[in-house]
């Protein structure tokens, strides 16, 4: 049984921080893909960063870049998004997303991150 748990979220003021945590059960992260994705309210969900087995390679959507940084680690099978300077735009309720390959079969509950 596969399982991804999300937890970090909450209520910051512009210029803040937060780190989003993504807990995987089931397969190894090292040998997957795993994503980070948003969703606002009354918008389509937004794709925000991914990384790759087997070498950890990363990659950030524009609207984020140099602000968010995903990274694993591989013993505690947990990915990360690191956030900072927030923006009330970054809004949104996010998830974590996992996979074989992009097609991102497993998604997490989310965890909302509210930036006001």
């Known amino acids: 049984h596969v399982q991804l748990v999300e937890s970090g979220g909450g209520s910051v003021q512009p210029g803040g921080s937060l780190r989003l945590a993504c807990e995987v059960s089931g397969f190894p992260i090292d040998k997957s893909c795993v994503g980070w994705f948003r969703q606002a309210t009354g918008k389509e969900r937004e794709w925000i960063a991914s990384?790759?087995?087997?070498?950890?390679?990363?990659f950030a959507a524009d609207s984020v870049k140099g602000r968010f940084t995903i990274s694993r680690d591989n013993a505690k099978n947990t990915v990360s998004l690191q956030m900072s300077n927030l923006k009330p735009e970054d809004t949104a309720r996010y998830y974590c997303a996992a996979g074989v390959s992009t097609n991102f079969g497993y998604w997490g509950q989310g965890t909302q991150v509210t930036v006001s």
């Open positions: 990384i790759y087995r087997p070498g950890g390679n990363t």
